[in-house]
């Protein structure tokens, strides 16, 4: 994607704005869905994140900058909704909200049922998980995106893949020669 | 092959984890809903009509208070003033009045020792008396 479409989408040229939508959107909404676990609160997150950037266009310096700006305001609004919204009104992914292009060698099950455990971790756990495997940022982008210590995030990497890898194994999803 | 399971088991999350597609219609329905101009409009300054309930006019009633005051506490002086000098008038005159007659009562007594010393009383005067 060049830089110029950044300095166009500022200057005004909705179609170049499209196109910077299209290029990161799935990134956005993919956040959205696994930390509210919900399609419909996923795209409205979606839709949010993307309405404020065309009011902050101006203050976008490059197309890393546009990258870590929107997982930066996807993260935190959805851990900001997830504050708000009763407990009742998120549940683990339910059927049909997946819609990855499966591979062949993939177990459907075992896809569906980690996203079930991820969606049970905190908040705060969930983003930094998301932004680790889903769009795999190092920690110290992590910290920085969700304005946290690089420990707290190293933290939560590893009390999450213990946890998560425990449930797969109770789940007899994962087989137990792969425990470290 | 000697993999690490930790490793393995990251492989796997980021396998299945990975961004998956916005609904169909996403962008359209997005590019719909944004704003109709991004840059703002600036408009020419024309200066508008002040209405006649613009608070321009609450110094103006403000400045008439004060000065309706100010006029009324000069005219209570200047009354205040005159009451006094009135009352020091009445005073002055009755002081005169009592001064006046006190010299008059004076006058009289005066007169009445003055002919008593000029006209002794004669003897007949006393005989008669007696």
Redesign the interface.
Known sequence: MPDSLLAQARAGDRSAFAALVRAHQGSVFSIGLRMLSRRDAAEDLAQDVFLQLYRKLDSIESLEHLGFWLRRVAANLAIDWLRRLPYSATRPLDEGAEVAAPQAEEDPLMSRELLRLLGELPPHPRAVMLLRYQEDRDVAEIAATLDMPVNTVKSHIKRSLTALRGRMIGAKLVDCEELP | MNE???N???DE???????????EG??D???A???A???PVVVPFTPRVRPSSHPVGIPAALAASLLVAVLFGVRVADHRALVAEQTEQRKGLEASRKLMQALHVTSQKLDLAFEAVNNPPTAGDEENRS
Do not use: C, G, I, W
Not at chain 2, 13 to 23: F, H, K, S
């Open positions: 690490d399971p930790a393995h088991f990251e999350l980021r396998r299945r984890l990975r961004p998956v597609n916005a609904p996403f962008t329905r997005l590019m809903a944004l704003p101009q991004q840059k």
